[in-house]
């Protein structure tokens, strides 16, 4: 889906919504996001920490599983990610290969606390991805 029709006010306000949900008890660091479906759903999820702290979970793939979970997701076409942070921070390793899984060529919108913000896709951030093209 072209950058210009996804709704990005509305992931914006749906992505830092979500980071007042967020579980961080050893960080400190809320983060939200929320993503677009192909057929137009938006869902959305924050961290989710642990005292085992290997544990926790990103809000990116939250939102990913939790949109699987809830809806049977197929096509995830946009993301946005907030960060309570004075400039955008990119995702971790784990959160670029898990939505691959379900949209490879995603736009992806990193925010934060400042003006500033990053307009990528997800091939940019992760390019030679594996998925499942390399099981076929
Ligand atoms: N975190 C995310 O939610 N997404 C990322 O892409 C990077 C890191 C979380 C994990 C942990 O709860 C906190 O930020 C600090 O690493």
């Known amino acids: 889906m072209p950058h210009s029709t996804i709704d990005w006010p509305e992931l914006e306000k749906a992505a830092r919504q979500a980071a007042a949900h967020a579980y961080v008890p050893y960080s400190r660091f809320?983060?939200?996001a929320a993503l677009l479906t192909a057929d137009g759903?938006?869902?959305?999820?924050?961290?989710?920490?642990?005292?085992?702290?290997?544990?926790t979970n990103c809000a990116e793939r939250t939102a990913v599983y939790s949109a699987r979970a809830q809806?049977?997701?197929q096509e995830v076409v946009a993301v946005c990610v907030y960060t309570p942070t004075p400039t955008p921070?990119?995702?971790?390793?784990?959160?670029?290969?898990?939505?691959?899984e379900f949209g490879p060529t995603m736009q992806v919108k990193l925010i934060c606390d400042g003006t500033q913000t990053v307009d990528t896709t997800l091939d940019q951030l992760l390019p030679g991805a594996f998925g499942p093209k390399n099981l076929s």
Do not use: D
């Open 30 to 32: 809320a983060v939200g």
């Open 41 to 55: 759903r938006l869902f959305t999820g924050c961290n989710v920490e642990n005292a085992s702290y290997g544990l």
């Open 71 to 73: 809806a049977n997701m």
């Open 89 to 100: 921070t990119p995702p971790c390793g784990a959160c670029r290969q898990v939505p691959n």
